[in-house]
């Protein structure tokens, strides 16, 4: 028992040494305390860098064409995909908005533009389409447009998918591929400087031209939303049917 209780007696004194050498040296920390100042420097730091993205996001930086990939394959849900007839004609109308200033280009500018559109449901009374969206089918990742299809039908605005991100942007007159462009039927109005600058070119685009080819291009999407979309919607699509012949078996 006196060879244990001389044991412990040195272990508490070389303790007790350590610390007093440590308060001389001014290096003596409480546990608690650094493990709360932990915690505090750790919440700060996320706040910190919470706020940092916000304040980019406000200011326009974070956008998430910036993350977004040309893929080698179209995503799975690119339906209804205009058929190549129509590609020249989507790019052709493209290049007529983007003159007129009729065409909102980008993810986060679309998704803003849809949603100030009303929204649509069963029983609302027949509307002329408030826009149309073109959206590219060659993005990775597809998280990124795969909300589109869903928003564009809340608030009856109709919908296409192309084959090309790159071929979208060249069209819609940016110095980067697009994966989103939304066509209006009618061009914003320019006042002072940018109605002077903009006067040549628009004079080489006739609205009405315009319009009238944008009405033709909605039809078309909605047509091809009746054969593309509807069928797999109702469950009446012959690979829906196949699946549950053979499920049924």
């Excluded at 508490?12 to 650094?34: F, M, Q, T, W, Y």
């Excluded at 932990?38 to 916000?54: F, N, S």
């Excluded at 977004?68 to 849900?77: I, Q, R, S």
């Excluded at 983007?98 to 679309?110: D, N, P, Q, T, Y």
Aim: aromatic share 4%.
């Amino acid at each position: 028992m006196g060879s244990t209780d001389k044991i412990k007696k040195e272990k508490k004194d070389k303790k007790e040494k350590k610390v007093v050498l440590s308060e001389d040296a001014g290096v003596k920390k409480d546990k608690k305390e650094s493990k709360k100042e932990k915690k505090d420097k750790t919440e700060k730091l996320a706040k910190a860098v919470e706020a940092h993205l916000e304040k980019k996001e406000k200011e326009g930086s974070v956008d998430p064409e910036d993350v977004v990939k040309t893929a080698e394959e179209l995503v799975p849900f690119a339906l209804p995909l205009a058929d190549d007839k129509t590609h020249k004609k989507i790019y052709k109308l493209i290049k007529k908005g983007a003159k007129l200033k009729s065409i909102h280009r980008g993810v986060k500018e679309c998704e803003k533009a849809i949603k100030k559109c009303p929204l649509r449901t069963a029983a609302s009374p027949p509307a002329d389409a408030p826009g149309l969206v073109i959206i590219a089918g060659d993005i990775s990742p597809m998280d990124v447009i795969m909300h589109f299809p869903i928003l564009c039908e809340e608030h009856g605005v109709p919908y296409l998918y192309i084959r090309s991100r790159a071929d979208l942007g060249v069209a819609a007159c940016t110095k980067r591929a697009t994966s989103v462009v939304m066509l209006k039927p009618e061009g914003k109005k320019s006042t002072g400087k940018d109605a002077k600058k903009d006067d040549g070119e628009d004079k080489k685009v006739d609205p009405a031209e315009y319009l009238e080819a944008y009405k033709e291009l909605v039809k078309t999407a909605q047509k091809q939303w009746n054969v593309q979309v509807e069928p797999w919607v109702k469950g009446t699509h012959p690979m829906q049917i196949e699946a549950r012949s053979k499920g049924s078996a």
